[in-house]
C-alpha cells in the first residue's frame, strides 16, 4: 500500500490555495442539474483529472424519477418602468430560478410579485430558487432589492430552453488491487455557490488527481453529479456496480470555517464511519458525530433501504447549520483555502485508514513474544515511562488475534490509527505478525461447487478425484497438480478404533485386514490415475494447468519439516512413527 | 383502525370530572378482598360497562395459594370509659382492620392496646391495616386519638362474619380483530383510599367504555380484582387465556398530582413498555421511567417467571413515593380530576400506539421515490425550512423495509408516533407503501403440515400433488384449487445445464431426451389428475373448497403481465422466450 | 460450601498486621527472577503453607523465551578515591542492578557514569533496575548520591555469579469439590520493594492459609513466581491445567493507602471481571475500574490471544499511578497493616462470590408463592416499609428462573452479594427454590458417544439397546441398570394417527395391527434380553455396573406417583387411563 499518511500540513496548505483557485474559476459558471453549466464545468475538472462524461437522454426512465428536459439559459433580467435592468443574471446566476421556462412579457409589479423570491431576515442576501418538476419561472434577488421595486409596468425576460436533450454527469474510476470500491460522490448542481458544492467539487478533484498516482487496494470511483436525480440516474444504470461499494462517502459543504461533522450511513457502523470517527476524534479541532437522517444531499439514494450502501456525509458545517446556505453569501469569501486544505486531510486520513485497515495473527499467540532478543524493547527492563511505541507493540501482538482489524485495536488502544498500522508493519517485518488476510474454511467436496460460484470460496485444496468428479472443471480457472509428487490421499476404505478390532473374532478380522489391504491397492491406482487425469480434464475446460516444479516441492518440505511436522511430530509417539514412515516414502 | 389520538384537551379534562364523580360515588364502600363491598363497587360499575361479575369459592386452590374465606363487616367501634363511641366504622371505613374476627368484650386499655394502629409521625391520619391471613382483629385511628385515650374499661365491637363465600372480580372482554389481548387490570379490594385504587377503577371503567364504542384491533381485556389473590385466582383459572395476552398495564395511583411514572415489564423492552415510555417522552410534562422490580402491584403475579408477560405498571406517583398512600389522607381531596383525566389520555395514546404500530414496506425501495409528481413535495426545491411533514415522509419511506415498525421509525426519528403515523397513511394512499404484515416463507413441502399445525403459517400454496400426498387436508379449513386454470406445475424429472449435457456421448443423451419425454407426459397427465382429486379429497375431509372464477384469474394476469411476468422476461432474453412460450398456453 | 463472608473488620484488621510482619521478614532478602533469593523467599512461605518448589533448568525453552541463567550476588559496591564505600549492596538490595554480570575494576567517574542509574526528579530515592536479557553491569543509587560523586578513580565490585542454574517458583494447589480452578498468581522477582511484590506475596500466602482450612468448591492455585518469565515458564509446562482455570486473579500493589482498582480481564465481562466489580461497588471505600490492557503484570501472559483466560488484577493503586514504584520508596513504610488487611478482606469477598454463585429454580414459578403461610412474612399486610429481606425474598424468587445466578440477581437488584445469597439459603430451606445446577438435554442416542467423549455431557439416559449398540461401553465409567424393575421401552414399532387409520380400508388396518402384535413380542423380547445383556457388555468394558435396589425403586415410584405420574394423569383423560393401565403393570 503506498497511500501514506499525510506528511506535512503545508502540504494541505498549498493544496487549499489550489482548491480555492479552482473553486474560483468554477464560480461564474451558471450550473442547473442539467445543460452547458455542468458540461464547462466538467470541461475545467478534465483539465486536472482524466473524467469519463456521461450523457444521459431526457425522458430516461430511472427507477420512480424520469431524466428531465435539459435547461439552458442565456439572459434574464427585469427592467423597471424607466427601463433600468433592476435584476440581471449576468450580475449573479442565483437571479434567475433554476428551470425556469422561457418568459418575455411586460407586467405590473403586482402581477410580477409572485414570481419574486427574497429572504425578508436577510435583506441583503440574494436566495437560491429552482423549479425542476414544476414548469412556472420566477427571478431570485435582495429583500432590499425587492423593497426598492416601485408601482408601475415592468418587462421580464428568460431566454432559456426547456428541451429535450440530456443529464450530464462525469465518472473517474482509478482500479485498485481489489474490485471493490470506494465511492467518492459530490454533486455539480448548483450555480455560483462556493460552500455547497463547489467546496466538494474541487476536494475530489484533487483527491482523485492525488490518489492516482499511488497505488491502492481499493478501486476508488468519483462521481460529478447533479444532486438527487443525478445519484438516481447512476443508480439506477449502474446497479451491480453499486454492490462493489465498500465504502462512500458525499462531500460537500467542507470549506467553512465550522469543525467537521460526520453523518453516518444508515448502517450506522460501517467500516466507514469507524474510520471517519477515528479520523476525526484524533484531529485536533472540534469534531461532531450525527446519525443518518434520511435528508441531506445524495446519501439519500444511496442509503435508500433498497440498496442500504456504507455511505457517509464528512462535512464541516452541515447545510442546516450555516445561514450563508443557499444564498448568495455563500460566496468565494466564505470559503477559506485553510479550510478546504484541513477538509482534504480528514478525507486523505480517511482513506489511510480504510486502505490499511488489515487484521493481522500473532504468530507467538501463546504468552508474549521475547521483544529484547529481537531488539524491539529498551535493554533497561523496569522503567516507569515505558515508551509509546512499545506500548503499541503490545496493543497489536494481543489483538492480532485474527479477529480484530488494526482499526479495532487503534480504537480500544486510544492509538491513532497510524501508530498502530506502523507497528504492525515493524512486527510483521520481525515475522512477529502473519497476514491474517484471507481465511481457511473446511467444508465438504460436495459444497465447493457452488461456494465456488457464489464467490464464497476463491480456492479449494481437495483429491484429484473429488476434483474431478464433483466437475470442478466447470468453476476453475486455474489447477495446481501435485501428480507424481503427491503425498497425500484421502485414506477412505475403513477406519476402526484397535480397540474394537480386536474385540472382533479372528476370522472376522482376517476378512477386514483383506477387503482392507484388496481396497487400499485399487484406490492407490486410482487415486494416481486421477492424478494424471486430472490435469487432463482441466486443460479440456479452459483451465490453466500447473505442475509443481521439483524445487517448489522442497522448498515447501523444507518449511513444512521445520513446522507442519514437526508439530505433529510432537503430539505423540505414534505420530513420529507415522511421520516417519511417510518421510521414507520421498 | 378507528382509535385515534385524543383530538383535545378538553375532552380529558370533562371525562376527568365524570371519573372523579365515579370516585365519589365509590369512596363510601366498605371494600376489602371479598365480601359485599365488592359486590356493590361491581354493581356500581355495571351501570357504566357490561361488565361479568365472577364469583369463585373459598378454598379453591389457586397454584401456592387458597381462596380465602369471605369477610363482611357490619358495625366495629370502641366505646370509652364513659360510654361514648371513639372509634367508628361508620366515620371512617379505615377504622377496622380488614378481615378481623368478631369480637364483641370489655378490656382495659392496655389489653386494647395491641389491637390499636396509628401514625405517630402523621398524628393526624388514620393507617390502613389488613390481616387477611392472620386471624385477630384491630383497629386504626389517628395518633391523637390514640394519645386521648384515658386509662378504664373499654367495650369494643366488631360485628364481622369470616365465613365460607366467594372471592369477587369483575371482567369485560371487548373482543377485535385478533384474539391477540390487552389486558387492563385494576385492584377494587381496598375502601376509601382514592388513589390507591379508586383512581385506577375509574380510569379503567372509563377507558372500556370508550374503547367498546370504537372498532378495535386487539381484544381488550379488563380486569377488577382484589390485589395479589385476584391476579393470581384470574391466572390460575386462566393459563391459557393468559398466553394471549401481548401488551398489558396495571393502573393504579393515577389521580395525584405528580408526573407520570412507568415501571416497565420484566422483559423491559416489550412493545408495551416502548410504547408507554415513547408516550411519556412526548407527553409533556415530567415523567420517570423505573425498570422492574418484583414488589409492587398485581405486575408481580403477571410478571412472575412462569408467565413473563409483557405487563407494566402506568402510574402518576408511585406507591411508595407519597406519605398519604395507606392512609386517610389518600382521599377525595388528593385525588383531582385534571390528573385523573391527564392519565387517561396518556393510557388512551398508548393504546393508539399499539392499535397502529404495523409494519410497512417502501414500494419503491431503490433511491427515493419521486414526490413532487405525486403532489407530496413543496413545488419549489431549495428551501432551507423543508417542512416537518416532508421530513416525516422521508423517515417513514427509508425505514419502511420490513423490518422497522413505526414506533421504531417515530423513536429513531423523533417525531411523535402521531405524526409518523399519519404520514405513513398518506403515502399508503399513494401507493408509495404497501402493508408488511404477514411474511413469506418458503419452506419444503413435507414440512407445511406441522407448521399449519403449530400456527406458524397461516395459508400454504403448493402443487396439487403435494396437497394430497402430505395429508394437508387434515389440517386445512379451506382449498382453492386452480383447476382447469392451473399455469403451473413443478418440472421435477430431470434439470441439467446444457453444457454438461453436451458433454455427453449422443446415445446418453438419446435416453435422457426419451426418458424426460415420457416423464413429462406422465407428469403432466398425473398433475392434472390430481388438480382434480384434490377438491374431491379436501371436500371430504371437512374443508371448504373454492375454485377461480375466470373474471378473479383475468384480474390476476392483467396484474402479473404489468408486474411479475414483466420483470422476469425483462431478466435475459431466454427468459422473455420463455414466458413467451408460456403465454401462448393461455 | 463453608467459604463464608468474612465475619468482622477485626479479623481483618488482625490478618492485616500478620501480613505486615511477613513483609517484614522478607523485606531484606535480596530477590531476582532466578536465585537464592527467590528460595529463601519460598523458604520462609513454605513455614506458613506447605507450597511445592519448582526448578525449572536454565536453558529451557518456554514458547519464544528461554529460561535465563541463574543469577546470585555476594557482594556489590562503589569505593570512591578516598577509598570510602559510597554505594554499598549490604544497605540496600537495589543499590545493584539485578543480574549485572560480575565485575572488579578501577576505573574514571566518567567510565562509571554510564553504570550508574538515578531519578533526577527524585533526588533522595534509589530506582530499581534490571538488565535480564542484556549481558551488562550497573549501580543504582540517589540522584543526591550521584551529585555528591567527585572526580578521581573509583574501584567498583560486583560480586556476582550468572551461570547455569535454575529458575524457582512455588506452587499451592488446594482441591476443591470441582476440577475447575481459581488462580492466584504473584510474583517474587522483586528484591526490597513493599508494595510491588511483597503485598502480592504476603495476602496470596494468607488467603491460601485460610481457605486451606475451608471446604471448596472450586480447586485454587497459587502461583509464586518471578514476573513475566515465571508465568511465560508455567504455561508453557501446563498447557493442559490452564484450560481448567475459570477464574483467576493476579496480586500486586495491595498494600498502599490508595483506593482499589480493578483491571478487567481481555474478556471483559468473565464471572471474574462481574465479581471484583460487585464486591468493589459494595465495599464502601473509592475503587475504580480499568479494561483489560496488554501491560502490567503477568495477566499479560494469561490473558495473551493464545490463552485469553479470565484472569484480572486486583490492586489497590496501579504501579503506573504511584511514584514510588520501583523504587527505595516503596518501602515498609509505605505499606500498612489496615490497606493489607482491608485488600485481603475484598479477596475473600470475591472468592465468596465465585464459590457461591449458583442458579436456583423456583418451585412456584407461577404467581408468588405464599410467604405468609410459611412464616416468611409479616403478618400485617400494607405496612409501607416492607423491609429489605422480604424485598430480597422477591428478587431472588421471581429471577431464579433457571437463567439468573445469584450474582445476576445481586447486581439487577442492587442488594449485596451475601443478602441475596442468604436469601435464597433461606428459600431453599422452606423448598421454595432448588437447585438448578446440571441441566437436562434431549438429543438423540447416536450422539451421547461424542458428548461424553468431549465432556459435554456427564451421563446419560436411554434404552439398554442404545447403550450396547452405540458401544457407549467404551466411554462410560458407570451404569445403572433398570433390569428386571424397568418400566420403560421405546415404542417404536409404528406410530400413527388414530383418524388416519380409521380412514385405511379394513385390510390394511388388519395387516398393520398384525404386524404391530408380532414387532411388539419381538421389541419386548429383545428390550428384556438387552436389559441382562447391557451389564454383562458394561462389566466386561471395565465399567461398574450398579442395580437398582428394590427400595430404592418403591421410594422412586412413591416420588414419582405424587408428582410426575400425577401431573401426568391430569393432563386428560387418556393420559389418566394409559398410566393406570401402566401401574397394573407393576
Given amino acids: 500500500m503506498s ?91 442565483l437571479h434567475v430560478v433554476s ?5 418575455r412579457t411586460r407586467l405590473s409589479l403586482a402581477e410580477l410579485r409572485p414570481h419574486l423570491h427574497s429572504l425578508p431576515d436577510r435583506p441583503q442576501w440574494v436566495p437560491y430558487r429552482t423549479t425542476y418538476y414544476n414548469e412556472t419561472w420566477g427571478f431570485c434577488l435582495s429583500h432590499e432589492q425587492l423593497l426598492a421595486l416601485e408601482e408601475g409596468e415592468y418587462e421580464v ?7 429535450d436533450g440530456h443529464l450530464t454527469y462525469g465518472e473517474l474510476v482509478l ?14 448542481c448548483h450555480p455560483s455557490l462556493c460552500n455547497d458544492n463547489l467546496s466538494g467539487i474541487a476536494v475530489a478533484t484533487h483527491l482523485a488527481r492525488l490518489l492516482a498516482a499511488r497505488s491502492r487496494r481499493y478501486t476508488y470511483r468519483f462521481l460529478f453529479i447533479p444532486g438527487t436525480i443525478g445519484s438516481i440516474t447512476w443508480l439506477s444504470m449502474n446497479e451491480a456496480r453499486a454492490a462493489r461499494i465498500r465504502h462512500g462517502l458525499v462531500l460537500t459543504c467542507i470549506g467553512d470555517p465550522g469543525g467537521m461533522t460526520y453523518k453516518r450511513s444508515r448502517r450506522g457502523d460501517a467500516e466507514i464511519d469507524r474510520a471517519a470517527v477515528h479520523v476525526l476524534s484524533h484531529g485536533g479541532g472540534p469534531w461532531q458525530v450525527r446519525d443518518f437522517s434520511p435528508y441531506g444531499y445524495d446519501e439519500r439514494q444511496y442509503c435508500s433501504p433498497g440498496f442500504n450502501l456504507p455511505v457517509g456525509n464528512l462535512a464541516r458545517t452541515p447545510h442546516d447549520r450555516y445561514p450563508e446556505n ?38 507467538n499467540p501463546k504468552c508474549e513474544p521475547q521483544l529484547g532478543k529481537r531488539g524491539l524493547y529498551g535493554a533497561f527492563g523496569g522503567k516507569k515511562d515505558a515508551n509509546r511505541y512499545e506500548v503499541a507493540m503490545f496493543w497489536v501482538l494481543n489483538y492480532s488475534d485474527g479477529h480484530h482489524t488494526l482499526l479495532d485495536i487503534a480504537e480500544k488502544s486510544g492509538f491513532r490509527f497510524d ?57 476453475a480457472k486455474h489447477l495446481t497438480t501435485g501428480r507424481g509428487k503427491a503425498y497425500w490421499f484421502m485414506l477412505e476404505p475403513l477406519l476402526m478404533s484397535r ?46 494447468v500447473y505442475d509443481l516444479s521439483a524445487a517448489t516441492v522442497k522448498k515447501w518440505q523444507d518449511i513444512a519439516r521445520a513446522t507442519a511436522w514437526k508439530d505433529f511430530a510432537a503430539k505423540s509417539e505414534s505420530c513420529a512413527r507415522l511421520l516417519k514412515a511417510a518421510e521414507k516414502t520421498l
Fill in 3 to 93: 497511500v501514506g499518511w499525510l506528511d506535512a500540513d503545508d502540504d494541505a496548505a498549498a493544496l487549499g490555495s489550489e482548491m480555492h483557485r479552482l473553486v474560483e474559476r468554477l464560480y461564474p459558471i451558471c450550473r442547473s442539474i442539467t445543460g452547458q453549466g455542468v458540461r464547462d464545468t466538467l470541461a475545467v475538472l478534465r483539465g486536472l483529472v482524466p473524467l469519463e462524461v456521461h450523457e444521459v437522454p431526457s425522458g430516461t426512465v430511472v427507477f420512480d424519477w424520469t431524466v428531465p428536459k435539459e435547461w439552458n439559459v442565456r439572459e434574464a433580467w427585469i427592467r423597471d418602468p424607466q427601463g433600468r435592468t433592476v435584476v440581471d443574471l449576468r450580475q449573479l446566476n
Fill in 419 to 475: 501508530v498502530i498500522r506502523e507497528t504492525a508493519t515493524t512486527l510483521l517485518e520481525h515475522g512477529l505478525l502473519k497476514e491474517a488476510g484471507a481465511s481457511v474454511v473446511s467444508l465438504p467436496s460436495n459444497e465447493i461447487y457452488q461456494s465456488v460460484q457464489t464467490g464464497a470460496l476463491d480456492a479449494a485444496m481437495t483429491s484429484s478425484t473429488s476434483l474431478i468428479s464433483f466437475r470442478l472443471e466447470e468453476v
Fill in 175 to 188: 482500479p485498485g488491487e481489489r474490485d471493490d470500491e470506494v465511492l467518492v460522490s459530490c454533486h455539480v
Fill in 499 to 544: 480397540e474394537v478390532f480386536e474385540k472382533l473374532p479372528k476370522d472376522q478380522q482376517a476378512i477386514i485386514m483383506q477387503v482392507g489391504a484388496e481396497l487400499e491397492k485399487f484406490a492407490v491406482e486410482a487415486a494416481k490415475a486421477d492424478d494424471q487425469a486430472v490435469a487432463e480434464v482441466y486443460k479440456k475446460a479452459g483451465a490453466k
Fill in 157 to 163: 425576460c428568460i431566454d432559456a430552453t426547456l428541451a
Fill in 326 to 363: 443557499h444564498t448568495s453569501a455563500d460566496n468565494l469569501d466564505f470559503v477559506k483555502p485553510e479550510y478546504l486544505g484541513d477538509t482534504y486531510s480528514k478525507y486523505w486520513e480517511v482513506f489511510y485508514v480504510l486502505e490499511n485497515n488489515t487484521r493481522y495473527l500473532n504468530t
Fill in 99 to 103: 428551470y425556469s421556462t422561457p418568459v
